[in-house]
């Protein structure tokens, strides 16, 4: 029974949005993002620069690990988790060919996405990277077996075409020069380029936030998604696949939550 519910929700991503925002209002200082608030593009400018660090809070790691260990548990019993289920798809979907794919994932927070690699049996040769030093060290005490540097997304250290597939695993939206990540991530992609878990609004210009993650205040944008996609390919990537997590959509404007598949343009 409660496979059958968890499968009519991620069925049905209004219904799935309803809920969250439901659990939201009812556990206001619970959750990943809570207490969201608006904001005019010069104030985020402001806020941006004051919560630039965020993500480095120590006490960041611990508690998502505590939801990723449950998910991760659950994944292993067979249970569909959207965000899992929706990588490993982009993953196994992609024409690579022969041969072990190089995978780079930038904002790898404690690496788990290696354990759910692994868990779905995909043979890949994993890197994760991450701005924070906190989430790094969780890394490698973790999977100590893997390779993991503390990195800026807009400024890698990595050299062009380095790896075969290179994921930018939900970090873009904390990014305030996530012009400069996108051009970094399709620089150090030889073949793939992948942008997991991307909120973007239609019928609307690029949208800020401030709110609270995993009880850190935080920036949070949200992109228009035809500037978002022109960005795309004016840095040389074509869209193969567009996975919709959730969207809500009325008269031609609302939000949605995607991952887009990329690869390379042919020069």
């Known amino acids: 029974m409660k496979r059958q519910l968890r499968h009519l929700i991620n069925r049905q991503p209004w219904l799935k949005k309803l809920l969250k925002r439901g659990l939201q209002l009812i556990l206001p200082g619970r959750g990943v993002s809570t207490h969201y608030v608006e904001m005019a593009g010069n104030e985020a400018d402001s806020e941006s620069a004051r919560l630039r660090a965020a993500w480095k809070d120590h006490d960041l790691p611990v508690r998502q690990r505590e939801l990723v260990d449950k998910q991760l548990t659950a994944y292993r019993h067979g249970e569909a988790i959207d965000v899992f289920d929706v990588m490993v798809q ?74 075969d597939v290179v994921i930018s695993g939900c970090c873009l939206l904390h990014i305030p020069e996530y012009q400069a990540a996108v051009a970094e991530t399709a620089r150090v992609a030889r073949r793939y380029a992948i942008f997991h878990r991307t909120p973007v609004v239609l019928g609307q210009p690029n949208k800020y936030y401030r709110k609270q993650a995993y009880g850190v205040e935080a920036v949070e944008i949200h992109f228009n998604e035809p500037q978002f996609l022109a960005l795309l390919s004016d840095n040389g990537l074509e869209v193969l696949a567009t996975h919709t997590l959730d969207e809500t959509v009325s008269h031609g404007v609302g939000s949605a939550t995607r991952t887009y598949v990329c690869c390379r343009k042919a020069a």
Do not use: N
């Open 90 to 163: 982009s993953l196994r979907a992609l024409p690579h060919g022969a041969g072990r794919m190089r995978v780079l994932e930038i904002g790898c927070s404690s690496g788990y996405y290696s354990e759910v690699f692994r868990i779905a049996g995909l043979d890949v040769d994993y890197t994760g990277c991450d701005y924070s030093d906190a989430f790094i060290d969780m890394a490698r005490q973790r999977y100590p077996g893997l390779p993991f540097d503390v990195q800026d997304a807009t400024m890698l250290r990595y050299d062009d075409s380095a790896y």
